[in-house]
């Protein structure tokens, strides 16, 4: 089954988290008893709501159920506030209907909660039912590409029921939900085939779609400026998308700047930026959106393997760190360019400090590096042995390695040795300051540099030491 693509599901970006009311006195001048609920001063609240819900007061009996609801006075029982509730509804409370509905939406019972919804509304409670009969009919993402006409009527109805409740109060995210759900009614039918496409007017939906897209956008939203970019995107106009997103960003939208990055990360409508992409995803990444974690510590990972700027290492791996991986991804390390910085470090140390050379053509350079059997300690540690091939190598920085015309085999003693006379190119690398090091197929084994008279000494450093990459 063919799933819809990742374009369409980016789209439900705009959501909002937000506690439901439990019940609306707007426009309504609040009793008594409920001002005693609302200043909570719960033990005469629950004296008189008790007195006037023994004589069948709806009011009495609704703000009560929404007590236990809300564990207000008393402790928190939804039981008993849905008895309470329905004994209020059936005493023709709008408030009861609605919040009734709540409960039903909360537990996933859309049916009975939209006709709850429905039966306060037609008992004249408009807000904030209008806008929870919208969270009721939005449909869930689509799975398939087949039968799409129900999920795109129910976002349609939703659509309508945020739009009505603008309306009546100019709240944004009312605005917001009006056109997300709108927006979505075209992005599905986009992907409908044949009969089930021609059962829609395609021009109408989007159409739609822009006309609450541009409320928001006229209202500086940077939502309504993000799933604009969506729209565009989803009809491969690349540079309206990006310069939506720009403005979805500018106005802190997380998910804009996932778009952003990932139209760089793929290079769609203009050439692919990884550099551009990564800084992207890490905004998006910081701002809290999960979905851009993995691809900027890939990018980020890919950024480094090969930087020789100790600064912009250091740089790097802070980000990294800042990023917060999770244990839910499959983990993503770092571990070698820790080590690469590690090595950059002890090379720049090592090379401030110089000793003085001998006079060029009397000098000697004697390797005795020992300790390199198995039953050894850098044997040991790096899985070496005797007759292990070794060839030296000096270093200068992290991208100068310079392989020398000097290499042997470890003796039985566990031992690497040469005597040789200091050349053209080894009197260059000493007088730069150079880092020698012992290179094996897996590992370079660096060596320290002493001076004893007119011998230059090369021995091993301890185990431990940084290692240069091999």
Not at 417 to 425: G, K, L, V
Request: hydrophobic residues 40%; charged residues 20%; glycine residues 8%.
């Amino acid at each position: 089954m063919k799933l819809l693509s990742a374009s369409v599901k980016t789209l439900y970006v705009v959501t909002i988290l937000l506690v439901l009311s439990l019940s609306s006195t707007a426009n309504a001048e609040i009793s008594a008893l409920e001002q005693l609920f609302e200043q909570q001063q719960y033990d005469a609240f629950l004296q008189q709501a008790r007195q006037q819900a023994s004589e069948n007061n709806a009011e009495a009996l609704f703000l009560l159920g929404k007590a236990y609801d809300l564990g207000r006075g008393v402790a928190q029982d939804s039981t008993i506030a849905s008895g309470y509730y329905q004994q209020a509804r059936e005493l023709g409370s709008a408030r009861a209907s609605h919040n009734l509905g709540n409960m039903a939406l909360n537990k996933g019972r859309k049916a009975e909660a939209i006709r709850l919804f429905d039966e306060a509304l037609a008992a004249g409670l408009k807000l904030p039912t209008l806008y929870n009969l919208g969270l009721a009919h939005s449909p869930a993402d689509p799975k398939s590409i087949f039968n799409l006409p129900p999920a795109i009527e129910a976002a349609q109805r939703a659509g309508s029921y945020f739009g009505q409740a603008y309306e009546l109060d100019n709240d944004i995210l009312y605005l917001d939900n009006a056109s997300r759900e709108y927006l979505r009614a075209y992005l599905i039918a986009m992907q409908s085939y044949g009969s089930e496409r021609e059962q829609f007017d395609m021009a109408q939906l989007r159409q739609q779609a822009v006309h609450w897209l541009e409320r928001g956008m006229a209202a500086d939203q940077g939502t309504a400026w993000t799933n604009y970019g969506t729209l565009l995107l989803n009809e491969k106009d690349y540079s309206g998308a990006k310069t939506a997103f720009l403005q979805g960003a500018q106005r802190n939208i997380a998910v804009a700047n996932y778009h952003l990055a990932t139209m760089a990360d793929k290079g769609l409508g203009e050439q692919a930026d990884k550099a551009q992409a990564l800084a992207y995803y890490e905004k998006a990444a910081l701002a809290g959106m999960e979905q851009a974690r993995v691809p900027a510590y890939r990018l980020l990972k890919e950024q480094l393997k090969y930087e020789n700027d100790i600064a912009v290492l250091e740089q790097g791996i802070a980000r990294f760190n800042a990023l917060k991986q999770q244990e839910k991804y499959p983990p993503i390390s770092l571990d070698a360019t820790i080590r690469r910085l590690a090595w950059g470090k002890f090379l720049a140390q090592q090379r401030q400090q110089k000793i003085d050379l001998p006079a060029p053509g009397k000098a000697q350079l004697v390797l005795e590096a020992c300790g390199l059997d198995l039953g050894q300690q850098h044997g040991a540690t790096y899985n070496l042995g005797v007759n292990s091939h070794w060839r030296l190598a000096a270093y200068l920085t992290l991208a100068d390695r310079v392989a020398l015309p000097l290499e042997g085999r470890v003796d039985a003693q566990g031992c690497a040795r040469f005597i040789t006379a200091i050349t053209e190119q080894l009197q260059s690398m000493l007088q730069q300051g150079a880092v020698f090091g012992l290179r094996f197929p897996n590992y370079t084994l660096p060596l320290t540099l002493s001076r004893q008279g007119n011998t230059l000494q090369l021995t091993l450093l301890p185990v431990g030491t940084p290692l240069p990459a091999n």
